[in-house]
């Protein structure tokens, strides 16, 4: 597609559900970040996938929260008996390279806002 | 510790006004340096990149600056519209690859424009 996909927009699940939340990054694009943006608070890094490399984990908060990406294109988040505190946006970006290593364009999708009640 | 830190935390300006955002930097070894504009509800979208190298790029009313030396950057937004409400973030990616690719982001200057 021509951009960053998230689904769904809005989720509202009660204590202790599971969720999954899905991103369609851009076609060809080889690198995968997952953000999470609290109230107030700057994006935190959670996981970033590049290629077929092995994904960088460090940003994932416990080991309730796992993410794939199948077939180096879509991803699914999910985060196991969700807690109030995990309630924020979560964001997805992709980027034809590494971004870090390279000056092309990162785009990020429209992001989830997840509520846990 | 890199870290990127941005003010004015929030402003309020009226419109057609200019105002400038800062954002200052200790992220070694440098790649480049982006702002973002992020709507309320929406994901951050590009402005502009900056290498090491560049002074200053534009994008439109926004125009962006890097004093690599010092290591800080602005951003300035000429005759302001009501549309330029939003957060703008800047963001910091460290010259080395493999992990997160290296972003480091500041928490952002939220932007309300008033008429």
């Known amino acids: 597609g021509a951009g960053v996909s998230q689904s769904p927009s809005n989720k509202v699940t009660e204590k202790g559900k599971d969720v999954e939340l899905r991103c369609d990054p851009i076609s060809g694009h080889t690198a995968l970040y997952w953000y999470r943006q609290s109230l107030g608070q700057g994006l935190e890094f959670l996981i970033y996938f590049q290629g077929n490399s092995a994904p960088d984990k460090s940003g994932l908060p416990s080991d309730r929260f796992s993410a794939e990406r199948t077939g180096g294109s879509v991803s699914t988040l999910t985060i196991q008996r969700t807690q109030q505190e995990d309630s924020a946006v979560y964001l997805c970006?992709?980027?034809?390279?590494?971004?870090?290593?390279?000056?092309?364009?990162?785009?990020f999708g429209s992001g989830t806002r997840l509520t846990v009640v | 510790k890199n870290q990127v830190e941005q003010s004015p935390q929030s402003l309020i300006i009226l419109e057609g006004k200019n105002c400038t955002l800062q954002?200052?930097?200790?992220?070694?070894?440098?790649?480049?340096l982006r702002w973002y504009k992020q709507d309320t509800g929406r994901g951050p979208v590009s402005l502009t990149i900056?290498?090491?190298?560049?002074n200053t790029k534009s994008n439109g009313r926004y125009t962006a600056t890097l004093d690599a030396d010092t290591k800080q950057s602005s951003l300035h937004i000429t005759a302001s519209q009501l549309s330029d409400s939003a957060s703008y973030i800047c963001v910091v990616s460290e010259a080395l690859g493999g992990s997160q690719g290296n972003l480091i982001f500041g928490k952002g200057t939220k932007l309300s424009v008033k008429p």
């Open positions: 970006a992709s980027s034809l390279v590494g971004a870090g290593v390279s000056n092309y364009g990162y785009t």
């Open positions: 954002c200052n930097y200790t992220v070694s070894p440098f790649s480049n």
């Open positions: 900056m290498t090491f190298s560049e």
